[in-house]
């Protein structure tokens, strides 16, 4: 059973910053593309940045500047360094992972989301 586990969201204020993590537990063979998501009230989920197992990055134009994604490929696991955060931020954040679980089978996987709250 392969589980996404994230940590370190929380109430910030403006300006502020969190570093989220998302570590993947399990049995696997390997880890593909990995990212993190967010998904405001009455908004659909959006793509916040992205990170293939090779280190390349790409991230939406809103946070450009400003969140910075990584990996550690020997812990299994995802960061989001988010710095001056606004309010507009605020959302629940969801990791995200192409994982590899048997030598025909991958498939995406989520974790159960982590609530970021930028408010004053």
């Known amino acids: 059973q392969v589980q996404l586990v994230e940590s370190g969201g929380g109430l910030v204020q403006p300006g502020g910053s969190l570093r989220l993590s998302c570590a993947a537990s399990g049995t696997f063979f390997s880890i593909y593309d990995m990212g993190w998501y967010r998904q405001a009230p009455g908004k659909q989920r959006e793509l916040v940045a992205g990170?293939?197992?090779?280190?390349?990055?790409n991230y939406a134009d809103s946070v450009k500047g400003r969140f910075t994604i990584s990996r550690d490929n020997a812990k299994n696991t995802v960061y989001l360094q988010m710095n001056s955060l606004k309010p507009e931020d605020t959302a629940d954040y969801y990791c995200?992972?192409?994982?590899?679980?048997?030598?025909?089978?991958?498939?995406?996987?989520w974790g159960q989301g982590t609530q970021v709250t930028v408010s004053s």
């Open positions: 995200n992972a192409e994982i590899r679980i048997s030598t025909y089978y991958r498939s995406d996987y």
């Open positions: 990170i293939t197992n090779g280190g390349r990055t």
